[in-house]
């Protein structure tokens, strides 16, 4: 069963460990220059946890945490970002979570950005509803490339 829960202290060594993965961080394209880097991860997610305008949650399935999702104020609209731990990919869980966080934060719009090639992620957004409104080339610093993102939003 999944569920959505404030984040615990406990629940950033699991997702430090997740960073670790560079298939993963890979796929999400945009990740810390040196993911393993602790006291880079710990000031990133300090900044997230004590900003008033940022909504974040743990990803728990079965009592386990699986992942983080979260929702950050981006100019005219929150902007949503997930990550979950590679082993409970292709399950359904990462789509099941951002349906209930879509839930329980009603507001819109909702926008997410995604690199071209994570087709998982852009999957999951457009079974949601997010459609897609341009396209946008940013530096990787994980793929020390330019990669093309496409920008989606919900309404």
Known sequence: MITLREVQSSDLDR??????????????????????????????????????????????????????????????????????????????????????????FPERPVSARVVVDNGGTLSILQALGFREIGRESSFSNVRAEVVEEILLQLD
């Open 15 to 104: 997702f430090f460990e997740f960073q670790q993965d560079a298939d993963a961080a890979h796929m999400a394209g945009f990740a810390s220059t040196n993911p393993s880097d602790r006291s880079i991860f710990d000031h990133h997610w300090h900044e997230l946890l004590s900003s008033d305008d940022t909504i974040v949650r743990t990803i728990d399935f079965d009592g386990e945490p699986v992942g983080s999702i979260a929702a950050f104020e981006d100019e005219d609209s929150r902007e949503i970002m997930f990550w979950t731990d590679k082993r409970f990919w292709g399950r359904g869980l990462t789509r099941s979570a951002v349906t209930r966080f879509l839930e329980d």
